[in-house]
Antibody, heavy 120, light 110 residues
Framework: QVTLRESGPALVKPTQTLTLTCTFSGFSLSTSGMCVSWIRQPPGKALEWLARIDWDDDKYYSTSLKTRLTISKDTSKNQVVLTMTNMDPVDTATYYC????????????WGQGTLVTVSS | QSALTQPASVSGSPGQSITISCTGT?????????VSWYQHHPGKAPKLMIYDVSKRPSGVSNRFSGSKSGNTASLTISGLQAEDEADYYC??????????FGGGTKLTVL
């Protein structure tokens, strides 16, 4: 059974760096074809893809946010970490992690999401 | 990169069919058969409904179907039911190996 769970601070201040952790089970990110992505959804707005890390440690970022994002993995802990620098109130959103099937680049399994509010 | 273009809202009566479009470019939807669709009920995790343009994951009703023509993909829901009321998002792989979502479509079952 594949599960993913996001964790991190519920509240961050403007200009701070956000660190989110996706802890997963039911698969290994060392298995060929496995990938994990981060997606966010601001309140009342659409889903927005942020970043992806592949089993071979290839990394890809949203072109509009790439200067602020870093994605990494700890295969031994079954975790993927996303950092986002220089947080702003417009970054207030529910942040999701999801497993991607590299065979088709679709988000097959999702975490429940974690709401991050940016406010002073 | 701009989001894929979806209608903001669609509606239909129970039993009817509706279609949601998802328009991209030749650098994403038009060039790859990596289009997927997600159903999102507020407060819940999005659910995969269609992948690879037209394939249904196990457990998804065959009332949901997908297709693509040129730079536009479509999701059709037949025999509308009240529980289909949700937000729907398309997603596509892109030529620079990123992924992108559409702006989302709110489906109302009248």
């Amino acid at each position: 059974q594949v599960t993913l769970r996001e964790s991190g601070p519920a509240l961050v201040k403007p200009t701070q760096t956000l660190t989110l952790t996706c802890t997963f089970s039911g698969f290994s990110l060392s298995t060929s074809g496995m990938c994990v992505s981060w997606i966010r959804q601001p309140p009342g707005k659409a889903l927005e893809w942020l970043a992806r890390i592949d089993w071979d440690d290839d990394k890809y970022y949203s072109t509009s946010l790439k200067t602020r994002l870093t994605i990494s993995k700890d295969t031994s802990k079954n975790q993927v970490v996303l950092t986002m620098t220089n947080m702003d109130p417009v970054d207030t959103a529910t942040y999701y992690c999801a497993r991607i099937e590299r065979s088709g680049y679709y988000f097959h399994y999702w975490g429940q999401g974690t709401l991050v509010t940016v406010s002073s | 990169q701009s989001a894929l273009t979806q209608p903001a809202s669609v509606s239909g009566s129970p039993g009817q069919s509706i279609t949601i479009s998802c328009t991209g470019t030749s650098s994403d939807v038009g060039d790859y058969n990596y289009v997927s669709w997600y159903q999102h009920h507020p407060g819940k995790a999005p659910k995969l409904m269609i992948y690879d343009v037209s394939k249904r994951p196990s457990g998804v009703s065959n009332r949901f179907s997908g297709s693509k023509s040129g730079n536009t993909a479509s999701l059709t829901i037949s025999g509308l039911q009240a529980e289909d009321e949700a937000d729907y998002y398309c997603s596509s792989f892109t030529s620079i190996s990123t992924l992108m979502f559409g702006g989302g479509t709110k489906l109302t079952v009248l």
